[in-house]
């Protein structure tokens, strides 16, 4: 992922986690704030494992993100990982992403009518 498209500092992710609205599944969990910007940002928490275990699940997100962005609406993300995600394939990792966008897209279509 390119770094124009990257979350920043904590307080950035701070901002989403207080104003985002959220949408889940199995083992992520998706947060999303309007923005000019398409910026987006990942949080891996050590319940997930070790830190190899940890990077890992990073660059399985930001793979399975990056063919999605120019689909994706300007704003900030901050995908949020569970423990169970390491465990899983990259193919149901990938499927669960696209589930989450899905989700989100729908949620603001229906708040926008």
Do not use: W
């Not at 124009?4 to 207080?18: C, E």
């Not at 104003?19 to 000019?36: A, E, H, K």
């Not at 569970?82 to 990938?94: D, K, L, N």
């Amino acid at each position: 992922m390119q770094r124009q498209n990257r979350l920043g500092p904590n307080r950035q992710f701070t901002y989403v986690y207080r104003r985002g609205q959220r949408v889940t599944c199995r083992d992520l969990t998706l947060l999303y704030v309007r923005s000019n910007q398409k910026r987006i940002g990942f949080s891996v928490s050590k319940k997930v494992g070790v830190a190899v275990v940890r990077n890992r699940t990073k660059r399985r997100l930001r793979e399975c993100v990056r063919p999605q962005l120019p689909e994706m609406r300007n704003g900030l993300y901050v995908f949020v990982a569970r423990p169970g995600i390491a465990q899983q394939p990259f193919a149901e990792v990938q499927h669960q992403v696209q589930v989450l966008l899905r989700k989100l897209s729908s949620q603001n279509s229906k708040r926008s009518k």
